[in-house]
């Protein structure tokens, strides 16, 4: 079983910047990515950043030039900058584990706010 805590959640103005934190733990011997999806409103899961145990990062279209995601070991970051209203959501963080079998975890969302 693997469990993810985020953190660095808040409120912030329009053109901050935020930095969100996940750590996971438990069974993640075998991580083949980490990354955080954000769900707004209309309820759907949206990719915002991903990054491979190689290294590799893939980011939503949305996001591309604002965010940064970063790792070390179990942990993900993801350093948010030139914040809009539209970023908004709650932003969950993920962890793919496995080898010949692969296996999703979610953590349990933190909230972010972006006003004005």
């Known amino acids: 079983q693997v469990q993810l805590v985020e953190s660095g959640g808040g409120l912030v103005q329009a053109g901050g910047s935020l930095r969100l934190s996940c750590v996971a733990s438990?069974?993640?011997?075998?991580?083949?990515?980490m990354g955080w999806y954000r769900q707004g409103p209309g309820g759907q899961r949206d990719l915002v950043a991903i990054?491979?145990?190689?290294?590799s990062t893939d980011y939503g279209d949305s996001v591309k030039g604002r965010f940064t995601i970063s790792r070390d070991n179990a942990k993900v970051y993801l350093q948010m900058n030139s914040l809009k209203a539209e970023d908004t959501a709650v932003y969950l963080c993920?962890?793919?584990?496995?080898?010949?079998?692969?296996?999703?975890?979610w953590g349990q969302g933190t909230q972010v706010t972006v006003s004005s």
């Open positions: 990054i491979t145990t190689g290294g």
């Open positions: 438990g069974s993640i011997t075998n991580i083949n990515s």
């Open positions: 993920t962890v793919v584990v496995g080898t010949t079998r692969l296996y999703r975890y």
